[in-house]
């Protein structure tokens, strides 16, 4: 067993009473934390010594809200607002349409090398699976590649026109396909738990046979807009989070992203049910809808974490941790609504707490799963160091990100990836996005040995070569 020993760093452990060293230490054996203490530890030939001086050792950040496969569509349709009517023929779902095994392994394996670059260790994974297609084999092959701890959820669909027909599962076929995939694809990392898209994408049929199929853990879009809040009132009567408790889904396994258009009511009874969700404040902010309050929610007893999502169009999750924070102080029309430490938070264990994974990860402590970041704070953007951790929230970039481990196993040192290819991953990556440019008619084919064209916004010109095309979002 490898006995791993990160010494002279800042540790900052986000346990329970939120506990900084300043010359520390953190101890691995194997996979898992053994000790976190002030001072040098003593160590024995064999340890793989990590010198962390000036740098924060800090736990990963969890993702807690994500679709990792469309990174790979990501730039082809942003600023197009999402809709509960959106149908197969919308430009967003032309890209999907196309977009199969070979593409989705591609974009997903793309967001893993930009999420290990960001310090995150856990991601979740929601992508539709669409019958007679293998989506979600190409998006668990990129998490069985990619060193993360991943939480997938295969989001089935079966009463929506964003679908086409062909392409439903019925609830039995759906049932049998999660089974299928969490049989095939659950590891020591990675995980399946079933998905219902959303209220207006799936039967109530589906719902509660994929709820007992998932053991009671279930994901779900939740209320992220005014038109869904209003399309659920129509359509039964009554609120969206009451019609999931009727159907008894809601629990301590339910992950409900976007919990934003919920009355007093609905908080209270999400909270009770000891629910959680996942706030995804970059991306509510790219298709233009609100924002929910972290604190209501918490104060409610609802367990939130925060999300990248897709859109956002980064993996920067110091960018998420410092606009989840900005606009929690800006809906509240008070500068004194949360700080860097309540933000980290966010980032870390409350993540872990919303994916039901706070006794394992989240916090540097002894006996949980070796899931960290080394973060060198000897950069501009970090500089001076006395306010360090509260610059790690308003000035952290990615950048600043030297090593991640995730299970004991080194995933980045001295920022270079050491288990993926990143090269390969970037070319493998260009060509799918070419291709499903081209086949949704977004772009024309590129000529042979040429770079994949390039898309610019209407009222833009693009120039190149005579003999090639021009092309346009």
């Known amino acids: 067993m490898v006995r791993t020993v990160i010494e002279n760093g800042l540790v900052v452990t986000m346990d329970g009473r939120r506990t900084v060293i300043a010359e520390g230490h953190v101890v691995i054996e194997g996979e898992t934390i053994t000790t976190v203490d002030s001072g040098r530890p003593s160590t ?21 809200h994500h679709h990792l496969a469309a990174t790979l569509l990501r730039g082809l349709s942003a600023d197009r607002p999402l809709r509960v009517t959106v149908n197969a023929e919308s430009p967003t779902m032309a890209l999907h349409r196309v977009q199969d095994e070979a593409e989705c392994h591609a974009g997903a394996l793309l967001a893993a090398v930009e999420l290990t670059r960001s310090g995150v260790t856990t991601t ?20 069985t590649e990619s060193g993360l701890r991943v939480v997938y959820s295969p989001a089935f669909v079966n009463r929506t026109a964003m679908v086409p027909p062909e392409h439903h599962f019925g609830v039995d076929e759906a049932v049998a396909e999660f089974e299928r995939l969490r049989d095939t694809w659950s590891g020591d990392l990675v995980s399946v738990i079933p998905e219902v898209m959303s ?7 589906l719902i509660t046979a994929l709820h007992r199929a998932g053991d009671g853990r279930m994901a779900m879009h939740l209320t992220y807009s005014a038109e869904l809040a209003e399309w659920a009132q129509r359509e039964y009567g009554h609120s969206a989070i009451e019609h999931l408790d009727r159907l008894g889904v ?11 258009y919920l009355s007093d009511a609905e908080v209270e009874r999400y909270g009770e049910r000891g629910a959680a969700g996942a706030y995804c404040a970059v991306s509510n902010m790219l298709i233009g809808v609100d924002h929910l309050s972290i604190a209501r929610l918490q104060a409610a007893g609802i367990r ?41 938070g966010w980032a870390t264990i409350d ?23 080394l973060v060198d704070l000897h950069r501009a953007h970090l500089w001076p160091p006395a306010a360090a951790l509260s610059l790690l929230v308003y000035s952290g970039a990615a950048e600043a990100v030297r090593d991640v481990m995730v299970n004991g196993r080194w995933l980045m040192r001295d920022r270079e990836l050491v288990h993926l290819d990143e090269s390969a991953v970037l070319a493998q990556a260009a060509r799918g996005q070419a291709y499903v440019a081209q086949a949704a008619g977004l772009s024309p084919a590129p000529r042979p040995a040429s770079p994949p064209p390039v898309l610019v916004p209407d009222g833009w010109t693009l120039l190149q070569a005579p003999d090639s095309d021009r092309g346009r979002l």
């Open 44 to 64: 024995a030939p064999g340890d793989v010594v990590v010198d962390a001086a000036g740098c924060a050792v800090l736990p990963g950040f969890v993702n807690t």
């Open 124 to 143: 979740t994974d929601s992508q539709s699976p669409w019958k007679g297609m293998r989506k979600g084999h190409g998006s668990l092959r990129a998490a």
């Open 199 to 205: 209220l207006p994408r799936g039967t109530d049929e």
């Open 250 to 260: 809601l629990g301590e396994g339910f992950l409900g992203a976007h919990p934003v």
């Open 304 to 344: 939130v974490g925060l999300g990248l999502d897709y859109p956002n169009h980064t993996h920067n999750f110091f960018e998420t941790t410092k606009m989840s924070l900005l606009a929690q102080k800006q809906l509240a029309h008070d500068a004194g609504v949360g700080d860097a430490g309540v933000a980290l």
């Open 351 to 373: 993540g872990a707490a919303a994916l039901g994974l706070a006794d394992r990860i989240g916090s540097l402590e002894p006996g949980k799963l070796a899931d960290l970041q």
